[in-house]
């Protein structure tokens, strides 16, 4: 488990009120919020065509300007003979974007690759499920 050190920090109070609505819509504490959004925020600051969104599976981080997870791009990459250039072509999206996600991807493999897995194991239960209802019918 990550050291946690504690910290003051003195904002305007709508800020201070937005964050407590946004908490409480999210059901998390203002501490646990303002902890995720200085994360990626930070991230963000380092990898500016990266951003992240919410998901049936949780927060992602995504390319901007498009419908990609960065989980997606890698896994596109691997696809194509780990050639950037061809999942850039495959995908239809600019090369700096495709090595953005490499960038992000060298930085939090881990995190990316548990994802991944995470991802290939909803597939295939949903792969599943579908199967068995076509059963159903035959």
Request: no cysteine; aromatic share 6%.
């Given at each position: 488990?990550?050291?946690?050190?504690?910290?003051s920090l003195r904002v305007?109070?709508?800020?201070?009120?937005?964050?407590d609505r946004l908490a409480r819509?999210?059901?998390?504490?203002?501490?646990?919020?303002?902890e995720r959004l200085l994360d990626e925020g930070l991230r963000?600051?380092?990898?500016?065509?990266i951003w992240f969104r919410e998901g049936g599976a949780?927060?992602?981080p995504a390319l901007?300007?498009?419908?990609l997870d960065v989980w997606q791009?890698?896994?596109t990459i691997r696809q194509n003979d780990n050639s950037p250039a061809e999942a850039a072509a495959y995908l239809d999206t600019p090369l700096s974007h495709i090595e953005a996600c490499v960038a992000y991807y060298a930085e939090y493999r881990d995190e990316i690759d548990a994802w991944t897995a995470l991802e290939r194991e909803f597939a295939d239960r949903a792969f599943?499920?579908?199967?068995?209802?076509?059963?159903?019918?035959?």
């Open positions: 488990m990550a050291t946690t050190k504690q910290f305007q109070r709508s800020l201070l009120n937005e964050l819509e999210q059901q998390q504490t203002r501490t646990a919020l303002v963000m600051e380092k990898h500016p065509l949780g927060r992602r901007v300007g498009t419908r791009v890698i896994e599943e499920a579908w199967q068995r209802s076509q059963q159903l019918f035959a």
